[in-house]
T-cell receptor, first 113, second 116 residues
Framework: DAGVTQSPTHLIKTRGQQVTLRCSPK?????VSWYQQALGQGPQFIFQ???????QRGNFPDRFSGHQFPNYSSELNVNALLLGDSALYLC????????????FGPGTRLTVT | AQSVTQPDIHITVSEGASLELRCNYS??????LFWYVQSPGQGLQLLLK????DTLVQGIKGFEAEFKRSQSSFNLRKPSVHWSDAAEYFC??????????????WGLGTSLAVNP
């Protein structure tokens, strides 16, 4: 049974560019959440998707957007990249929408130069 | 809003020694509490969780945690640390919004180093 998978593993982008990160949830899970973890910090909640809709959102600008597909996989898009967007981006999936228990992928390390 | 405080940024222990990592939370109702571990360059692995019932919960890798409502704490313990336990440890509390959607609020983490 595959766990949560994310791609790519690492990514280097230039300021002003756009990036798309991908996540496949654990088998049987239908809810996907995205977190940003800056170096030396705890994860910060970006948003959560269920039934292809954004259900809740953290304190992140509109440059951060997402999508969930019918197979429950998800994308995180970041436009107009800033140096401060450099971080580990973590995807987590939950069995059901109303569950606190989340399973995390290995993350995508984004470096903005 | 809920918050989580991990007072110790960095802890060093000797292999075989006991370990306690502190976590304090701010939450009005009965909290849903978690401890996760993150090895270098890795994602987050759930060590244990508390939802209700017995206040002493057992987790994987020999870890346990005790929920103390009076102290708003959920400290993580291990009787004898192994070198492979060196990692970053995060405490988190579950938060529910008006739409009944759930997310986790995280502490800043405690970095654990283990001396041979």
């Amino acid at each position: 049974d595959a766990g949560v998978t994310q791609s790519p593993t690492h990514l280097i982008k230039t300021r002003g560019q756009q990036v798309t990160l991908r996540c496949s949830p654990k088998s049987g899970h239908d809810t996907v959440s995205w977190y940003q973890q800056a170096l030396g910090q705890g994860p910060q909640f970006i948003f959560q998707y269920y039934e292809e809709e954004e259900r809740q959102r953290g304190n992140f600008p509109d440059r951060f957007s997402g999508h969930q597909f019918p197979n429950y996989s998800s994308e995180l898009n970041v436009n107009a990249l800033l140096l401060g967007d450099s971080a580990l981006y973590l995807c987590a999936s939950s069995l059901v929408r109303f569950s606190y228990e989340q399973y995390f992928g290995p993350g995508t390390r984004l470096t903005v130069t | 809003a809920q918050s989580v405080t991990q007072p110790d940024i960095h802890i060093t222990v000797s292999e075989g020694a006991s370990l306690e990592l502190r976590c304090n939370y701010s939450y009005g109702a009965t909290p849903y509490l978690f401890w996760y571990v993150q090895s270098p360059g890795q994602g987050l692995q759930l060590l244990l969780k508390y939802f209700s019932g017995d206040t002493l919960v057992q987790g994987i890798k020999g870890f346990e945690a005790e929920f103390k409502r009076s102290q708003s704490s959920f400290n993580l313990r291990k009787p004898s640390v192994h070198w492979s336990d060196a990692a970053e440890y995060f405490c988190a509390v579950g938060e529910r919004n008006a739409g009944n959607n759930r997310k986790l609020i995280w502490g800043l983490g405690t970095s654990l180093a283990v001396n041979p």
